[in-house]
């Protein structure tokens, strides 16, 4: 893939942002970040990171992004930790901590003490917290919904986040009240990337011949991890309820995360749900599969996004930016993007996901009303560039408040 | 001589800002120690985010009244705090809680929304970047402001004059030093709801062409008339 630079984004966001970007990195003066998550492919966060990182070395600062180690039996307790964020009711035994303290100290070398910002993605590297000096600033960015997380497991990863200068939260009620000042930064999208860029004709005939999907029939289309959050089984339902009256397919499509140790049971479960049905496609696609997202997004003609709990909800901000149609769960960061009945349709129960899958599959016309005010929400709000001048902004801010040189 | 009059455009850190209103008690409480930063971002956040207040003049507070509380009365209260204090964070703190608990004492009784309802209070810090564009006379300050972009209009017009921003300029402010008094104080009485901010815009850009006679005859550009967006205090 051709490396993108800042100038390429001209055309969507004007040339005057992005000479406020190199204004506010300028007036960083050269400084360092280092961003520490745990998976280097498959999420969100790493899609962030992957195109957030060399944009920031392009504005001025010496970026890096160093992805920590785990074995197994970590990730398996991460998941546990991952699940009691959403509220799941999980066994915490001292053990599980121990591991996780562990797998942290395994990983104290990789940070890097001389970076004068370490910003901690997620929960399984805030053990790291433990190695930060009095010269670093460093920020807790939780990308999920903590709400109903579990006191014990909050009490334990709590102490670590506290001990940062600055935390991130998607929305205002995911702020934990840790004492220290919590700034809201919704993610981005990059419109550039392979996932989000323009597509040909014949890339979308290729990729739609590769996956066997025929587009004879009307697509209602999920993209996301096989993980019961995404409530696919509910999404099966609902499309269901829409066959009955109007013709459609559905696509189910996703992967396992590196990090989701889960991902293949809830396959599983979500292939029996759709036994009996030959127009339910499931794609286990790899976490490299990002044209094959691309170009299913581009064909379906409903993206659904049924989430039971979602931190943000990146695949509808994608859908939106391809100027789709959406259906999406009233959950989490999605009702800051899905404005009902103006950028797309929001919905609370299966028998209301599949009203207006519906509406839309019988109304394109006010279908793609919707999905064109979807698309410039997103431009304004949600791709990468508004996303890194927001992070120089707040940079630049931290920065100020300490007496920072440089800033 | 003047110092130059030089733009910028904000950006916009939007921070937790500790309270969270389940009920009018709560809203009386969350209003009564809230941050001026959280009040100013719940007064004007639309003017930012979506370059006029929403339909009705309605800020946040009036909004959750209406559309969570269910009361409408109050809620029309709450989108008329403007009247009784334009552009200021502690009058208008004061009003509004003067009204929610005037309001209160009539109830029999206290309605709780349901979880995920409330109205998480927030704040908001402006960092501002020059754009580089200066002025150093009304002409070249009227040439800038036709093509400003909203963001930067709410800066320099609005914003400004609430709180100090770092490195930003109030207009009407500007155009008192540079010895235009009448038409700073004019700047000045500028009121902004329920105008959209490309109103607001056209009518400064207006009040800048009568200035500067550019019709001939001294009278207004006519971008807009001059009964507009003003604050008769």
């Known amino acids: ?407 | 001589m003047t110092k130059e009059f030089s733009f910028a455009r904000p950006i916009r850190l939007v921070r937790n800002g500790a309270f969270r209103a389940g009920s009018l008690s709560g809203l009386i409480k969350g209003l009564s120690a809230a941050r001026p930063e959280a009040l100013f971002y719940h007064l004007y956040r639309h003017y930012w985010e979506i370059e006029q207040a929403p339909e009705g003049g309605y800020n946040d507070f009036a909004l959750w009244a209406g559309e969570r509380l269910g009361e409408k009365v109050l809620a029309e209260k709450l989108a008329s705090v403007q009247l009784a204090a334009i552009m200021q964070i502690e009058p208008a703190r004061e009003t509004m809680v003067r009204y929610c608990e005037e309001y209160l004492g009539g109830m029999t009784g206290i309605y709780r929304v349901p979880e995920g309802q409330e109205l998480y209070f927030q704040e908001v810090t402006t960092v501002a970047i020059p754009t580089g564009k200066k002025a150093a006379n009304l002409k070249e300050l009227l040439e800038i402001w036709r093509v400003l972009e909203p963001a930067s209009v709410f800066l320099h017009l609005v914003e400004a004059r609430m709180k100090p921003v770092a490195g930003v300029q109030e207009l009407a402010g500007w155009l008192f030093t540079a010895g235009e008094e009448e038409l700073a104080k004019e700047v000045a009485q500028v009121s902004m709801y329920p105008y959209p901010l490309s109103i607001m815009q056209a009518y400064i850009a207006a009040l800048l062409e009568r200035r500067l006679g550019e019709d001939g005859n001294g009278k207004p550009g006519g971008l807009c008339p001059l009964s507009g967006p003003v604050n008769a205090g």
């Open chain 1, 1 to 407: 893939m051709a490396t993108v630079n800042l100038a390429d984004y001209a055309p969507l966001v004007g040339q005057s942002m992005l000479d406020e970007i190199k204004a506010l990195g300028e007036k960083l003066g050269g400084a360092s970040i280092q961003h520490i998550n745990s998976t280097a492919v498959g999420g969100g966060v790493a899609e962030i990171l992957a195109r957030l990182v060399p944009l920031m070395g392009e504005a001025g600062l010496k970026s890096e992004w160093t992805v920590m180690e785990g074995t197994p039996p970590f990730f398996q307790v991460t998941k546990t930790f991952h699940n009691a964020f959403h509220g799941v009711k999980v066994d915490v035994t001292p053990d599980m901590l121990e591991t996780y303290r562990e797998a942290n100290r395994q990983n104290y070398n990789k940070v890097d003490t001389g970076a004068n910002f370490v910003v901690v993605h997620d929960q399984q590297p805030l053990g790291l917290t433990e190695v930060m000096n009095q010269q670093q600033k460093w920020i807790w960015y939780c990308h999920i919904d903590p709400v109903d997380v579990d006191h014990r497991v909050w009490r334990f990863l709590g102490s670590f986040a506290g001990k940062c200068h600055a935390a991130i939260y998607h929305l205002p009620e995911y702020a934990k009240g840790l004492g220290l000042p919590e700034y809201l930064l919704p993610p981005a999208i990059d419109p550039l990337s392979e996932k989000n860029r323009e597509v040909t004709a014949e890339e979308k005939a290729q990729v739609l011949e590769r996956l066997g999907i025929l587009l004879d029939k009307p697509i209602v289309l999920q993209v996301s991890r096989f993980d019961r959050l995404k409530d696919p089984v509910g999404v099966i339902q609902a499309y269901k309820m829409v066959k009955k009256i109007t013709p459609c397919q559905l696509i189910l499509a996703g992967g396992g995360a590196a990090d989701d140790p889960e991902g293949a049971q809830v396959l599983a479960e979500v292939r029996e749900a759709s036994e009996g049905d030959p127009d339910i496609h499931i794609l286990d696609l790899p976490p490299t599969a990002n044209l094959e997202i691309n170009v299913l997004q581009r064909v379906a003609a409903v993206v659904v996004q049924k989430s039971l709990r979602e931190g943000f909800g990146l695949t509808v901000t994608e859908a939106m930016w391809k100027a789709r149609p959406v259906v999406a769960a009233a959950v989490g960061g999605i009702k800051k993007q899905v404005l009902h009945e103006q950028t797309g349709l929001l919905a609370h129960s299966v028998e209301g996901a599949a009203w207006s899958i519906y509406r839309i599959l019988n109304n394109p016309a006010y279908g793609e009303v919707l999905a064109k005010a979807g698309r410039e929400h997103v431009r304004k709000n949600f791709i990468l560039p508004v996303y890194l001048r927001t992070w120089l902004g707040l940079l630049n801010a931290m920065g100020q408040s300490e007496g920072y040189s440089g800033c």
